[in-house]
């Protein structure tokens, strides 16, 4: 998987690749002729007394040595650059497979398990990709070239490298099987880790009110201490790792000394043989050495392979008609009924800015319901109505009776599991995703501000838009009484989540920015929960101004703010169990009327 998913990452950089591997093996060349011609400056030169033959090989051995070093630097270079390359793509890739996930598929993962895997485990599978093209293609050509060459200088003595190399591998292997486990366990582990962190910095306020510091550091103390125990196993193997092979090839060099030496006086063997063959000896270490780096590094980079290719392998639950991922080529690609399928509805899609002639939508659900997977009951069921242009739709009802997933249903952040839902007369499962959510303007339930200024916030909605445009939808939003005292204006910088506003300025900011979006079709997913009631009938009597030829959605709590919708839908544990105006259901629905009962009975409105 981790050799796929990197070879997936070199298009278009192989001949970068190949001028790699063509420099290092004239590296490795070069590194093995040093010992030979060491060997016959001694021979030849020195022992012969000859100092010609010593100049005229020692301005050869700095030749190569020159050769070496420039060739080990430039694979180097371009090996650094094709390995953040790889991470830059990779990182390209999970980011854009997460933003198209949908937010059931994003909690099957984590959103701190998505984070890690987007930015950790890219950054483990570069760094060994780092290691593979500066270290791997030069180890074997050492290794097998130190071998053959110090068989050359003497075959008796070569018996030492037929022992210890085999020996070697056999370490790093038992060392290697071992790594794999606790590398999985150790980013499991991390992820949790990461996970407790994020939900208590989140949670400070809730931990601190509910006085559970004690509790909740035991908790990461736990899930520390079990990350720490497993980094400390695999820490000790690698450092384990060196001292043994040292000592093995230590042993094998004293041996060849030892040995060498009584040929050397049995006249079977010269000096300079000698001084190559423990030179070719040191070399076959450090090709071992060297691979041992990169196969230390590759059982971390397979897991989080793993890691990564289970999230770019995962196919969106929200199908978009108008895109097809990478993986769902791939599927395709063996299935032609299903290619035949896939393209007969590519071609059957409205051409873009044919779904809303006249920027007007009717928004239709036909017996719609959703259940989440594994779920025993669904959360909606036989959902019917119509909201038409010029009207506000309102729905009502109890904590938990399916208001906002409802909402969510109709920008496809979820999808029905029966019925359908039409926009414009078109069965939103077969609009591209875009021009869908193009069509319409939405207002969270949970304020979200992005870091930047308050201009690059509104301009998320229309990055085209001018400054007279923002401030005529801050105007429309209520929100000049605090934008006046801001010195800065629109350029006033926002924090992460809008966390220096409070939450009436992050809600009346994000209603500006779907007004700038000038939508036919609004969602307010209860937008209106943070603002005082002089706020709230202002800013209501300034969208109805604004939005009066769109149709608006709006989820509410409060009676008060839907009261003067053309038409409330009233939810009772996912069933829509009434529909109608205020005066209607008042009338009508026992379900409405409790809930107006309970919250208009004390200012006599009723």
Known sequence: MLVGLVKRQLAGQYAYVWAIVFLQLIQAAANLLLPTVNAAIIDDGIVAGEPGVVSRLGVLMAVIAVVQAASAIAAGYLGAVVAMRIGHRLRA????????????DVALFGTQSLTIRATN???????FAVLVFTMLFAGPAMGV???????????????????IVPLLLLIMYLIVRRLIPLYREGQDLLDRSGGILREQIIGVDVIRAFVRQGHEVRRFAETNAGLTANNLQSALLVAGMLPIIMLVVNTSSVAVVWFGGHRIQAGQMNLGALTAFIAYIMQILLAIMMSMYVLMTAPRAAVCAERIQAVLDT???????GNHTAASDRAASDRAASDKAASDKAAALPPPGAVLPGRQATLAFQDVAFSYPGAE??????????????????IVGSTGSGKTTLLNLIPRFLDPTHGRITLAGHDIRHLPLDQ??????????????????IADNLRMADPDATDQELWAVLEAAQTMRFMRDLPLGLATPVGQGGASLSGGQRQ???IARALLRKAPLY????SFSALDYDTDTRLRRALDQALAAATVIIVAERISAVEDADLILVLDDGRLVAQGTHRELLETSATYREIAESQLALDGTL
Not at 523 to 526: P, S, V
Request: hydrophobic share 50%; glycine share 6%; proline share 6%.
């Open 121 to 127: 485990d890219v950054q483990q599978i570069q760094a």
């Open 145 to 163: 070239g130190g071998i053959v060459l110090a068989v050359q200088q003497d075959v008796a003595l070569s018996l030492v490298v037929i022992v």
């Open 315 to 321: 196919e969106p639950s929200v199908g978009d008609p």
């Open 436 to 453: 869908l959510r193009a069509a319409m303007a939405i207002v969270p339930q949970h304020s979200h501000l992005f870091t930047g200024t």
């Open 93 to 104: 890739e999970v980011f854009t497979r997460i933003q198209s996930l949908s937010s059931q």
């Open 523 to 526: 969602l307010f997913d209860d």
């Open 377 to 394: 009951a669904p959360v909606l069921a036989d959902i019917s109505f119509t909201a038409a242009p010029g009207t506000t739709t309102a």
């Open 508 to 510: 009346r900011l994000c």
